[in-house]
Structures are given as C-alpha cells and as structure tokens.
C-alpha cells in the first residue's frame, strides 16, 4: 500500500476562500486542507490563493490583449493548478460577491478554470453554507470544472460542541477528518480525470 502512495503523482491544488475575513471559519477550513495535505496526505501540494488583490469585475481593464497584473498572477495560479478546493461561505443563500468576482476573472478568455477537478467545503449557520454549494456547482457547470460528488462537506459552526476557536481554525478532530475524506476524494478525482501517460 505505502509504494502504491509513493508513487502516485503529485498534485497541485489551488486552495481558494470566499470570506476574505482573517478569522473567518471558512479561512479556517482552508488553513486545516493545508495542514493535512502537509502531514498526512502524501501527493498532494496545496497553495492558498488570495482573490483579495483582485479588482471586481470590468473588462475595460483589460487592454491590449492583458489582464491588470494581479488577474494575471491569480490566473496564473489556477492554470498551474490540477485542481481547486473552494471554501464558500453562504450569503443570502449564495456565494459571496469576492469568490464570484474570482471565478468569473479566470474564466475570462481563455478560460483557465476548464477541465480541473474541484471541490467546496463551507461552514456557517444553520445548513453551514450548503446552499451556496448549490450555486457554485451551477456557475462551475458553465467554467467546466467538474467537482466531486462524495463527500460533500458543510459544517454548522455554531452547533456543540465548538467546531472553531476564536481566530477561526477548526478544532474539532471529526470535522478534520471529515475535511481528510473530502481532500482524499479530490485527490483520486484529480487522478482520474488526467491524461494516461
């Protein structure tokens, strides 16, 4: 079992959260992939990717064929990338306006969002961002991103016991193995949908 991991072919996952609050959950959620993939999934290196520095929106920006430098550098990322873990808070039952703003940069001519596995995780209350997954697999539809089915991964911050501490990482050890299983499964999916050598 462990030469079948040593030789499986790494992967490059671009980490991506919605909330551009420091202390937010669903940051924490992306800190916790990224502490996994480092101590415990092997193949698997992981980039979080700041949409913060991107402008909104507005093709006039573009000018002579080119995108302002820090579009460029983020879709530079993504095309780099074998995959995307998305953390998408819920807001008003959607995603929020920053991850909106990211996709629809990088799909932007050529689209660098196409053929890539994906995956989203979420916290929050109530249904811990669910519904926003809902959309964001509606918008990816159209990006050509293709995510996993299994296991999906949202999580009710506010439920006992505390899920996070008060800086927003996740502390609970059943939701970072949940958080494992989803990182796993984007792992073979990445696999799967690359080109046989």
Known sequence: MEAA????????????????RKASNNRGLIRTALELTKESIAGVQME????????MLDTDL????????????????????DSILFASPEYNYSLT????????????PPNVWADKAAAIV????????????????QVGVFLDLHFINKPEFYLNAFQPPAK???DGNLIDEDSKERMKQVLLSLQAFTLRLQPKN
Do not use: M, T
């Open 122 to 137: 979420s916290a929050g209350g109530g249904f811990g961002g669910a519904r926003s997954h809902y959309h964001l697999r």
């Open 62 to 81: 573009e000018v002579d064929g080119k995108f302002p430098p820090a579009v460029e550098a983020f879709r530079q990322k993504i095309l780099e990338s």
């Open 5 to 20: 991991v040593a030789s499986k072919p790494v992967i490059k996952v671009a980490a991506i959260c919605g909330s551009l």
């Open 48 to 55: 979080y990717i700041d949409i913060s520095p991107l402008p």
């Open 164 to 166: 996070f501490d008060s």
């Open 97 to 108: 306006a920053p991850l909106k703003n990211a996709l629809d940069w990088a799909s932007r």
